[in-house]
């Protein structure tokens, strides 16, 4: 029997309480109470700063003496003290423990339960992210290149009072073992706590297969749990009773591991030799799989008010746009339940990474303890998911601007406990290791001159485990973000620089993400902002498109895909997301959903920029990662102006993996329309590429006002 | 009070015994009771492959029924299992693992101990070192391009009877925790058994520091271990006593990283990026040092006889090489104790592999059950001496021949043991990793057409953790192994290739180890036997010179080389070692001695072979990885015919690093004699190179009789 509480909050000191969401966070509801506005506006993100210092006391009254009443939280962020009636009953660092209080002896006819909860932990006062070098909290909120600096803190996960008898169940952790033709399933319960439980286990379609209680059941005939794309996500149902107490639960039967990538043994192969790029492969249930998805940070800043509506409205986008994996990155807070039960049942494996991000998490005894005891907490409860098939420490920790190594003990920490706890999981120390590669987040690079063509048409890697094209956000979300007076001049030190269009990444300048110089270089200055966001999405689309169909067309050495990123916490004016807060999709997710079909045509472009009069040459492509045979035929188009000339018809045979076709070549032509395009029509469907072209004269100084 | 047994063995089920040497090899004793000969001579090692599939029993009888008698060993190799009086009383998996089992209840006035040991395992029947995949026991044994096949098992280590009363010492742990500086040590004693065990604290020069039972002690004004070259290896001696009972140890205080190498983390800077390389400099007491040293194997094929003075004779000749550092090989046995209290004494640091090498290690319950065990009885053995310094999985395991990944759990299980029992050590999964150049094994590689100074004068690496050139043995040894009809004459299918002179290595044809083609190349086909010792040793000693000296110019990006390999376990005709068997310094052995003394002159030269007539071009270089500044005087001379002509003097200035000098220039002179030298002259010692030369008429066909 669960009871809910009604909160509220205040400042610690202050006795000041306001209405408090639980779950939520004490910042957003001060917030609401104060009338502060919506967070998303000009710069009222900003005024958070002033509250990271103060410490907030939840409190809720309730009257119960009955024997058995627990208080049960299943995570409060991020350090607090727990109080019954003036009692301390618990200290907690950490926002991932489950906390678990049994009051009976505490209580009184009437009574007051209290949570302190500390200012926002800070590691030195460098008022950067660096501040988070010694905590579990999500890096993101002090602050990042997409993310204003703001730190919720409270009770961000459900908190309740629990009647528990004799026979109530705390846990149960069910482990399958399956033969090697994966036919076969030997499943164990451990159940913690409940007297003579019973166990009904249901097949996916609701057919009774076990009831009983014996904690060891052979399971026939297994039906496999697949990601999206490659087979259906199918899910066993389990109920646990003992007395009035029932826990639920799925089960999805799946083998998961990282294998060698293809060719990648043949390498290193001169003296002095080093060491084969580690394994990055998905393989599910004995298939290779290309694992083609995106990014995935917490969709909102106030992670606490996060529900499974919120979740839904993704993943369903998620899974629409053809992809099966998202990584879930180690900047954010890791899921609540909902969100792991939602990729179990869309067939979205999850990467999950411990919430460690550009940072140095140094080796001090004090984080050490925290980070095992978080971590703890995340594998047990994520690695009952289907979904859930790799862990990973966290990001870029093994480049410069992190400064961790091999030999940091977090790493080998969380190395450790994921062996103890869920060995048949791959573990990667970070993101990327050897052989991945990990952006480049612009469409066209001014310092080598490049764009996405140049940049991934040549680069070799394992798995593209990031990678982006930023783009501003439709003008009705900007409107909701910019002051009108302000909205027709994008600048710096606006709002709009707030919300990342300025000096967002700072080795790239204060060009980004909004990168008018790039759009300046294709489409010429003065423009306004209605063609700054038509052009920079044109860029995202086609940028995107090209970088997810260029990793496929590497196949098999690369054997993953993932763009940065899908969704955003808040409405950014410019950002590489391809959906704009909360959750309306940019024109790039119609171009990767289109990139990620699993048969399909595609054009491996040399260029994005063209003279005319010049040669163009690409490469045709027969894409296929759905482990089926297919066959088209490919009729392949030139369109400008108002012209489509058929330039080639290709008749790709059949194929159940990528062929590579033709090189197709053809002279510019002259034209007044700038941006041209290659059309790719056939029976599993079409693809398109655009390309810009200058006349010979004009190549200097040009601009396409008609892209 | 410990009582020696004297031991008999016999091959299990024939009842015929013959005097057995405990520690030693049964396979040893068998061959000597009848009368093989030396295991060195012709093919007499081919004899042993009968003995594999027998399993051993040694037996030996006692008198004693006094309560708290036990038996002890502290290892036997592999698989046995232990009967007194014909009571079964332990059976044992692993070789690593200390015995230790309380006799008295199964006493009796007369008594009979037995040890039966299984056959050689094996993980298949191919015959080949693949069998060793699910052991525990060293690869090599299983046969190498160095070593035959011959697997010994037996009672390896130390065995005796032990009477234990109430107040024996089991075992002493002894740890310490350094403040910041260096200065100050808190000392704990954790003591397994011993009733009220009183401690003993010496300072290096033998004052006594402590005496009492606290068990936590701290020692101030510390004095730090040191490698050899950076100080002195400084041990601390203790004692612990408890009635009769003593337990003696030493304690070397240090500090001991990995740190990242200099300009490591400039890379990689191209997008896409990937992961900057692991660390792999060693940073002793927070200083850096350039790891200088060899790679050791076993220095007998039957590893039970090792005894003191054998690792002695051997160590010496590493420490007066001016080498830091062994990594000790995971293909052959780990060391006994002697091994490790004699690098704590000459300032040997330690590289300890686990038991795997170039194998798949499977991840089977089986085998990893006990991996555990005898990971866990190597770690908590190997940890307490001053001189370990690094731990690593084993040899080769990222690379092809061997098929392990970072998600093989063998090397998450050895990641999790260490770091819950030596966590302050570095762990590394395997050599090589990232940034790691591992190989090459020749002087020149016709494939590529180049020698080690154009391999290694263009490679960049963080360390060098094998390279090799070999060499044949001397005429003396040669006679202890080939018949003499066949000494004048290599020739595959022979004694000859038994002692690895032809098809050691599979992959470079029939011509390993002698590489004689290489030597025709250089000095003419129709070669004596005595032709081909001196030009093989010349060579080896040319290219070690260079490859040490080019890894120390390549400081401080490079940081570690260590050459393949210091001795070997038995004689070989041809092989890399730079000792022959048993401890026979090779010509080669000097020439790295002068390469690797602290402070010298230096000269990269660019090829091996010139055209009289050419131009010669090298750089000079100052070495100094001491640490302390210095300076000298250069003068460079060029030496042919008998002259002695001055190129050069360079005044280095003072510099406590590295420093690079001129490029010295001279077209080669013509000359008769074909080998000429650059000679340098300095106060800081003198250093010399040589080159050949070719006149230009000849330099399709020549050969260099004088070289």
Known sequence: MKKELNWECSIAGKNDFFYARVPGNAQEDYAAAHNWGDVNFADNCEMYRGLEDYGWIYRAEFATQEDGTWFVSEGIDYECDIFLNGSHLLHNVGLYKKIEIDLTKFLKAENVIEVHIAPVPKDGRSGTRDEAAQVTKPAVSYGWDWHPRLVPTGMWQKAYLETRGESFIFDVDVTYTLDDALENAQVCFDITGGKMPEIRLYSPDGKLLYEGNETEIEVNDV??????????????????????????????????????????????????????????????????????????????????????????????????????????????????????????????????????????????????????????????????????????????????????????????????????????????????????????????????????????????????SEFGVPSLCSMENLRKIIPPELIDEPAPDTPWQTHHAFGAWDAAGIDTWICRSVMEKYFGVGLTVEEMIKYSQFLQSEGLKFIFEEARRQQPYCSMAMNWCFAEPWITAANSSIISYPAEPKPAYYAVKAALRSVMPSLKMQHFLYTQGELFSGELWFLNDSGKAADTKINVFLMYDDKKELIITWDTGVAAANKRGHIIQFVVPESDNKCMKIRLESSAGNSEYSFLTVPPAEKEDFSIMNG
């Open 223 to 464: 039906e496999l749990w697949w990601c999206s794309g490659q087979g259906k996500p199918t899910l066993y149902t389990y109920e646990v009773t003992a007395g009035e107490n029932i826990i639920c639960g799925t089960i999805g039967f799946k083998k998961i591991e990282l294998v060698m990538n293809d060719e990648a043994w043949d390498e290193p192969s001169d003296f002095p030799k080093g060491r084969s790029v580690p394994p990055i492969t998905v393989c599910l249930n004995n298939r290779r799989i290309f694992a083609k998805g995106s990014n995935w940070v917490a969709p909102e800043i106030f992670y606490g008010k996060i529900k499974h509506k919120r979740y839904d409205e993704l993943l369903t986008l998620v899974r629409d746009a053809n992809m099966n994996i998202l990584r879930c990155w180690g900047g954010a807070v890791v899921g609540k339940e909902d969100f792991f039960d939602l990729c179990d049942q869309y067939g979205i494996m999850v990467w999950q990474e411990f919430p460690l991000a550009c940072n140095l998490y140094r080796d001090t005894k004090f984080y050490l303890d925290i980070l095992e005891d978080e971590a703890v907490s995340i594998i047990k409860r994520v690695k009952k998911h289907a979904c859930h098939c790799i862990w990973c420490g966290g990001n870029e920790l093994f480049n410069r601007w992190s400064g961790m190594t091999d030999q940091s003990l977090a790493l080998r920490l969380l190395n450790k406990l994921c062996y103890e706890l869920d060995r048949d999981k791959p573990f990667l120390p970070t993101a990327p290791v050897m052989g991945m590669g990990h952006g480049h987040y612009l469409f066209y690079d001014a310092d080598i001159d490049k764009t996405v063509h140049e940049i991934y048409g040549n680069s070799r890697c394992t798995a593209y």
